[in-house]
């Protein structure tokens, strides 16, 4: 009988990333999960308090309608387990049916950045990791491989106290062909693009009125659009933005990376949607210090979901780290 797979999803960045690498593996029985939880995690989805996060009923919901209207098999949390390989989004939660799964992790994007919080989950490796956000991913040690997006981001992982032995150099999917973008629909050009990000909504706390007038000032007088992150409250942030930036348009849905391939400017916070920008060569703006971001650029290598398959195989077939 075929070995089998299962990819655990997330958000859409996370969900087509999965579905990517699934698409070299189809020697393979295969099937889907939007992200679940257990323990105390469930606890607290089941009282709606994670909302915000992949756990939240409404980011699986959609990831559910993707792998639907993609028409793969789904196995909600892994119920149809064990599995010969796990393939996850992320390791700042490892569910209970899978930690004796060979696993391979594969980068997100951009992470978290290091707070205290970090510094706590990195000295108390007992404490849960999900408190870290994904400054966390890769410190659970639970995966036989960890696929990260360029040599930069895998000595900042190394740094941050993963192994270095399970980390390979693969790029990520949605980043290694920044330039695809370029040819789009999106019907403006010439503008000042600002792509938020949910602080607010995973309590980290924002003063939007001033990164708001921040990117105003930037932009000194050009059109502006706001594209808002998926997990936003976007009736406030709409109003927000018809507040202190009049006339500026307002996005709550469309391809960022193509409103990107068009803009004269990019502003962000922690997005990666950055790297886009850079690698499409806009003049760029971040909260993260811009030469760190250049050194963790992904690697533009259109070949990313390929190379993670192969790394799958390897671990599937050999159980080999890399």
Same mark, same amino acid.
């Given at each position: ?19 990517? $690498?699934?698409?070299?593996? /189809? ?49 909600? /949390?892994?119920?149809? /387990? ?22 391979? &992790?594969? #980068?997100?994007? @951009? ?55 399970? @980390?390979? $150099? ?23 693009? $600002?792509?938020?990000?949910? &602080? ?46 009049? /006339? ?51 690697? #533009? ?6 190379? @993670? ?11 080999? &780290?890399?």
């Amino acid at each position: 009988m075929s070995k089998r797979i299962l990819f655990i999803c997330g958000s859409m960045n996370q969900t087509t990333q999965m579905h990517q $690498v699934s698409r070299h593996l /189809g020697e393979y029985e295969q099937a889907f999960t939007p992200y679940y939880c257990d323990g105390a995690l469930e606890v607290l989805r089941r009282m709606k308090r994670l909302e915000f996060t992949i756990i939240g009923d409404r980011i699986a919901r959609r990831c559910g309608q993707y792998l639907r209207d993609q028409s793969v098999a789904i196995d909600y /949390g892994g119920r149809e /387990g064990p599995y010969d390989l796990v393939v996850t989004c992320t390791d700042v939660f490892v569910q209970s049916n899978i930690r004796r799964s060979r696993i391979v &992790l594969v #980068q997100e994007g @951009i992470t978290d950045p290091e707070d205290r919080n970090f510094r706590l989950v990195q000295r108390h490796r007992w404490l849960p990791r999900w408190i870290a956000g994904t400054a966390a991913t890769g410190l659970s040690d639970a995966y036989r491989t960890f696929c990260v997006a360029s040599e930069g981001y895998r000595e900042l992982f190394v740094r941050r106290g993963a192994t270095a032995e399970k @980390i390979v $150099v693969t790029g990520i999917p949605n980043f290694d062909n920044c330039e695809r973008f370029r040819n789009n629909t999106f019907p403006h050009r010439g503008y000042v693009l $600002v792509c938020t990000s949910p &602080l607010r909504e995973i309590m980290r706390g924002e003063d939007r009125r001033a990164f708001i007038l921040s990117a105003v000032a930037i932009a000194v007088g050009r059109p502006m659009i706001f594209r808002f992150h998926p997990s936003e409250n976007m009736d406030r942030a709409t109003a927000e933005v018809n507040r202190y930036a009049p /006339g500026a348009q307002t996005f709550t849905s469309g391809c960022a990376e193509e409103m990107i391939a068009n803009c004269d400017v990019l502003i962000t916070r922690y997005s990666s949607t950055v790297f886009v920008g850079l690698a499409l060569g806009k003049e760029t703006h971040s909260d993260f210090p811009m030469d760190e971001l250049r050194h963790l650029m992904p690697v #533009q290598n259109h070949a990313a979901a390929e190379n @993670i398959a192969n790394v799958c195989r390897r671990v599937i077939e050999d159980g080999v &780290l890399i």
